[in-house]
């Protein structure tokens, strides 16, 4: 008797043995432990991480509320400035980087009132407008600030000097001015310089006398007949002509 229960307990020690063995190499058995956010949970042969996210350590980029409209800004600057430059190639008296001693030059056998524009040599400035005075060959520096432009004057004088969105504007102004001051036949004013102009004391510190301008070539047919339209015209779209010619006025809505 003695010598079976000894038999029994030995294989029920190496049941239990095998089992106990069996748990412990078993790569899919673990014991679930329950820690706190971020706290690594340790099983029985392997240490997995909590996965649930730090939202700490996502980076957060607060947008700047005046930013947007810095950049309306001045998007809308540099298409404006574009559309001022690329009207005043179209008009044929641009002549680009000369010199004032090379306008002189140019302007010297000129008549009176004759005119030009051309880059400015003062890094400070634009361009500038050569024309040819009783005096001879003189010279206006145009200032561009803030989307406008405007000639640039005496402190005391410059409240009282007209900006303009584009420099054939700004030329044709003071060139129509001259006009009506000298009792000369002038062209219709275009309808948006109208709606704009001041009345006539606003500006008496600049007198400008304007009477041609200046072609660095030959301007095409084309042109000319474009500039003498807009001179007899005021409604364009009014015309008996087909609408890609309308179009072509309206590219250059200038009277010189």
């Known amino acids: ?31 679930t432990v329950f820690k706190p956010a971020g706290v690594p949970v340790k099983t029985g042969r392997m240490i997995l991480p909590n996965l649930l996210p730090e939202k700490s350590l996502i980076p957060v980029r607060l947008k700047d509320p005046g930013l947007e409209p810095r950049r309306r800004d001045s998007t809308k600057d540099v298409v404006r400035l574009e559309s001022a430059m690329t009207h005043l190639t179209e008009s044929g008296w641009y002549w680009g980087s000369i010199t004032a001693t090379e306008a002189k030059q140019v302007l010297g056998e000129a008549v009176e009132g004759t005119f030009l524009l051309r880059d400015s040599s003062n890094p400070g400035y634009l361009l500038t407008l050569s024309v040819k005075t009783s005096l ?44 009506r001051s000298a009792g000369l036949p002038e062209p219709p004013a275009p309808q948006e ?43 364009h779209r009014d015309l008996p002509l087909p609408e890609r010619l309308k179009d072509f006025l309206l590219e250059y809505p200038f009277l010189l």
């Open 193 to 235: 310089e109208e709606a704009e102009d001041p009345p006539a004391a606003a500006e008496t510190t600049l007198q400008l006398k304007l009477t041609r301008p200046l072609y660095k070539s030959a301007p095409s047919l084309q042109h000319l007949c474009r500039v003498a339209i807009n001179q007899h015209s005021r409604s």
């Open 136 to 179: 001879g060959p003189t010279h206006l520096r145009i200032k561009y600030s803030d989307g406008v432009f405007g000639l640039d004057s005496l402190v005391m004088a410059r409240p009282r000097l007209r900006q303009f969105e584009g420099a054939v504007e700004l030329v044709q102004h003071y060139a129509l001015a001259y006009q």
């Open 1 to 31: 008797m003695g010598h079976t229960q000894c038999i029994s307990q030995t294989r029920e020690t190496d049941t239990q043995t095998r089992r106990t063995e069996g748990r412990r190499q078993s790569p899919h058995t673990f014991r």
